[in-house]
């Protein structure tokens, strides 16, 4: 298994809303991504991958795990566009990240403590992290319980 000295996760709201489990700054996590390979617009750290919970895709998605070290609370605004995806009809709400916040923990679905409020007329729409000590290895099919 590969190990990588740190790596890059971005997790989106509704993924964590949804079924996502809060966690903390040195909390040891082991979840299931997809490879991203974009650069973040706000703190321009390249991302490795995003937390996936909900492609039954088992091929295209891998077992990370690693020491939670940094913990950013992403907020965007939102822009009409175009629909770019096939459909030109329509316009489709696109997020503008434009503000980073350090955080000591990610809340989950059913958190008890809620969820991160606006700030200065922008909403939370994800969280970006950095795991230390992180293995990466390519999903089983057996890793792999959610359609």
């Known amino acids: 298994m590969p190990k990588y000295e740190k790596c890059v996760i971005v997790i989106e709201d509704w993924q964590m809303q949804c079924c996502g489990t809060s966690f903390k700054l040195g909390d040891r996590v ?11 617009e706000v703190t321009e750290s390249d991302i ?17 795990k690693g020491t939670v070290a940094k913990i950013q609370a992403m907020y965007c605004r939102l822009e009409a566009r175009p629909n770019e995806f096939g459909n030109k009809q329509g316009m489709v709400n696109y997020r503008i990240y434009e503000k980073a916040v350090e955080v000591d923990t990610a809340y989950g679905c059913g958190d008890d403590e809620g969820w991160h409020d606006d700030i200065d007329g922008l909403e939370f729409g994800e969280y970006e992290l950095t795991l230390h000590n992180c293995d990466i290895a390519p999903a089983k099919q057996s890793e792999v319980t959610f359609s």
């Open 30 to 40: 082991d979840w299931l991504v997809a490879k991203y390979g974009k650069r973040s």
């Open 48 to 64: 490795d991958y995003y937390y996936e919970h909900h492609s039954s895709e088992w091929e295209k998605l891998f077992k990370a």
